[in-house]
């Protein structure tokens, strides 16, 4: 473990990146996630890395593509309007089972939108924003320590399982400077050899990465060995934190930077007694259904508030893990509009009183 | 007992599913032998397009990857960089190429990528039924453009070699139709260039074959290689468009400066 070093969002995701042996990264300007490409086309040709400035979203997936095919440890990222534009490549990635490493630094929508931050891309990330079946690990950190936690992380398990991770922030976690330590430094000279890698065949048989099966018999086969892989992931890499949660009556489920601003909102009112906790997903796919699920078994949770800067999209993954025991309620901000602690505390003071039923903030 | 003609070893040993007639089949050759004569195949890795050719990932026995729809230049791109000792070529039809491709191509040009584009024009978007190109000519019939491409409602032609030849970092480019036995000849030889200038790390290289899709064309094979030699060739003049790189030079025509 490295010193402690106050750096920028953007830039630490980059280095957390280079750390975990990423070389090339490919990406096209966007704000507010600029500095990640400012970073790494200074710092990627310092460790021997490659920066490719493309000439579109849709080049830099597929360069991406191209040295994933290669067998090299390869990035872009992006923000909203870039991602729309990186789904033709997260589609083809997956069918041909190549690794990579997405980020999203989100900005509200639709269209150009705005600037600021929000968490509307949490449908294109989780449910599939390209075509076919195919599933992304998403994570959803709420830190800038978090998010070099987590990329580090998402660069290992895209060479484990051959798929694309998306880690999803926001303008905000991109934009703040915090304290991080970066974990230690992987050589990607010491990585095993990838033999599907197409390098040419060097006296070895021929390799192909293709994601066409026109033969739907074997088409079918190709996407059961997907779904066997997903069903994997689902199985083995749900993430979360709970907050205070053993004695709470109502359970603010929030990811991101949003659960931050709950939790300070939270602090306040548990100081007051008032009987609240925090579910925080850190897995946004797969979500961590499971220990929602065992926090409502718990018998104590009346009731649970999904606040989320959308107009509401997590809280669909929230309902189907409660099943309809508990009443779930939402509160959102959208547009790059964040909702302040206070905001959150009148909301689930009036919850608790039985006043708002299921007023949203939107 | 000599052996007066083989299938190059770097072609798999299996049928293809090309049309009768169709030049995708003497293209597939060319690049084949120019692998094997070059002594690279073992280090080529190829990139397959969306459109007729999408097979040759099945033909071609080297390290294959499947591009989506046009983006081959740049699944190439990351390629290269990742493993510059890798001889990359992509194989590209003109919708693949020069329609949803267009920006993937110029920027991988314009960055002056060591890798071979293959081009096949024949005019017309053969895998999805005849629909009309960007290569195709005015007055073309095709099954999006019934009366006839005319360019006041469907455009112009693109030409890929003359919007190619001022780009800097161009290193070679050739257009070349695959009618004769003369003028496979010379393809052969054009290919053979476009790999030797990535071997020698000089830029981005394109040869452009002129080819035939009977089926697409509707005419029976003899006539569409005639079609190609008396019609495409008029619009699509062939020759070698650049042989080395340097700068093309800008300005307006007649005063353009070039320089080395
Ligand atoms: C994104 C996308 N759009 C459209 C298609 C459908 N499509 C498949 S091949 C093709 C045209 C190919 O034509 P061309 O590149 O000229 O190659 P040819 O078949 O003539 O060899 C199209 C439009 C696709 N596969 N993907
Ligand atoms: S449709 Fe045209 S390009 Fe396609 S295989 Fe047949 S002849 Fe060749």
Redesign the pocket.
Known sequence: MDELVLMKGNEAVGEAAIRAGCRFFFGYPITPQNEIPEYMSRRLPEVGGVFVQAESELAAINMVYGCAAAGARAMTSSSSPGISLKQEGISYLCGSELPALIVNMIRGGPGLGTIQPAQSDYFQAVKGGGHGDYRVLVYGPASVQEMVDLTYLAVGRADHYRNPVLVLGDGILGQMMEPVRFPAAVDPAGLPEKPWATNGRRGGPKRLLNSLYLEPEKCEDHNRELQAKYCEMAATEKRWETVATEDAELVVVAYGTTARICRTGLEGLRERGVPVGLFRPISLWPFPDEALDALIEGGKVRSLLAVEMSAGQMVEDVRLAARGRVPVHFYGRAGGMVPQPEEIQEHVRALLEGGAANAGGL | MRVAFERPSALADIPT???P????GIAHRLVAETLEELKVFDRAVGIAPV???VLAYNYFDCDMVQAAHGRAPAVATGLKRARPDAVVFTYQ?DGDLASIGMAELVHAAARGECITVVF?N?A?Y??TG?QMAPTTLLGQHTSTSPAGREPGREGFPIRVCELLERVRGVAYLARIPLTSPANVARARSSVRKAFQTQLEGKGFALVELL???????GMPPREALRWVDEVMTEYYPPGEFRTEPGDPGGGPAGKRGSQP
């Open positions: 599913h090309y049309c007639g169709c030049t995708h459109g007729c050719s039809g096949i024949n017309i053969g895998m005849g080819s035939s899709c009977p089926t697409g064309w």
